[in-house]
């Protein structure tokens, strides 16, 4: 798929006096899926408006496959979008919201009842949309994006009131549409979520991109090299790995973390100077810690933190 990509360059845009993208610039590359990720009024919406030619940039640029998508011809065979799962008729049934669509870019029924399939909704196909819960909505939605069967998908939100069976499929869904080639890029707040499924994270705030790396490469940066020491003897171990030029610190009477080696030298330098202990654990990030290391700062809201003691019903007061 050799128009699977997605480059996003330089975007700026104000919507009034507020500035909704300052500069931001990243790629979505073919054969991964692409986590998307900031605070609530960092930009994503608009950055994925703008890259599907519903909102224009006052500088910039955002091309599927080398090309503006105001430009492609049959833009559904080119990439699939899922941004609004409400946007429908309710008084359609999925098949007739389905078939729609594929009359305006001359596709077949054929072509409908494969992707009704493909997303679980053969049974519901002749019920009316209205009457869908939110995870069947969603599932319509990812049936109306992968209509064309197009190199390039965007999603915003797709776990988004799917069930856990859902959310299982929608795991195994994306990774096989990227094991094809594809070119997917997900917005979601769901870290756990992303961190299953995703190759890269880009994460932005305030119109900017603070992140944009493998989430390996993310995750590793978080952990730093921090190790967790579970001991009989925490002085003894404290004095033992400082004098081998670890920074060390009692956390609990039974607890050591450790920084500035490895664990596996940690195992070496006290199993030298026969210092005994149980457990020793290398410290992973996961990617939600990641995420508010990175967006720490950037939020546009947040909510005072409670005080010590009281109940919010209490603090509202």
Same mark, same amino acid.
């Given at each position: ?41 960092? $930009?994503? @919406?608009?950055? &994925? #408006?703008?890259? *599907? !030619?519903?909102? /224009?940039?006052?500088? +910039? ?69 209205? $009457?869908? @819960?939110?995870? &069947? #909505?969603?599932? *319509? !939605?990812?049936? /109306?994006?992968?209509? +064309? ?78 190790? *967790? ?89």
């Amino acid at each position: 798929m050799s128009d699977a990509t997605i480059t996003v360059s330089g975007l700026h845009k104000r919507f009034g006096q507020t500035v909704a993208l300052d500069g931001l610039s990243f790629a979505v590359a073919p054969g991964a899926v692409t986590g998307f990720v900031g605070p609530n009024g960092a $930009g994503k @919406s608009t950055t &994925m #408006r703008v890259i *599907l !030619g519903l909102d /224009a940039v006052e500088e +910039g640029s955002a091309l599927i496959g080398g090309r503006p998508y105001t430009s492609l011809r049959h833009p559904l065979r080119h990439v699939g979008s899922l941004l609004d799962a409400g946007a429908l008729q309710p008084s359609r049934s999925a098949r007739n919201h389905l078939l729609w669509m594929a009359h305006s870019q001359s596709m077949t029924a054929s072509r409908v009842d494969a992707v009704i399939e493909l997303v679980g909704l053969g049974s519901a196909a002749r019920r009316k949309a209205g $009457g869908f @819960s939110l995870g &069947m #909505r969603q599932r *319509l !939605g990812i049936a /109306a994006a992968m209509l +064309g069967d197009p190199p390039v998908l965007i999603m915003d939100e797709p776990f988004n009131g799917m069930d856990p069976e859902g959310i299982i499929w929608m795991r195994s869904f994306l990774r096989a549409l990227a094991a094809e080639g594809r070119a997917i890029l997900v917005s979601s707040h769901l870290m756990s979520e992303l961190e299953d499924v995703a190759d890269r994270l880009v994460v932005i705030g305030r119109g900017r991109a603070l992140a944009d790396a493998s989430i390996e490469e993310l995750v590793a940066r978080a952990s730093g090299d921090q190790v *967790l020491l579970r001991t009989p003897a925490p002085a003894e171990a404290v004095r033992t790995l400082q004098r081998a030029g670890a920074a060390a610190s009692l956390i609990d009477p039974s607890t050591v973390t450790v920084s500035g080696v490895t664990a596996q030298k940690l195992v070496e330098v006290l199993g030298e100077a026969r210092v005994p202990f149980s457990e020793v654990t290398a410290q992973r990030a996961t990617l939600e810690d990641v995420y508010l290391q990175l967006t720490r700062g950037e939020a546009e809201f947040r909510a005072a933190e409670p005080e010590t003691g009281t109940h919010p019903a209490e603090a509202a007061r």
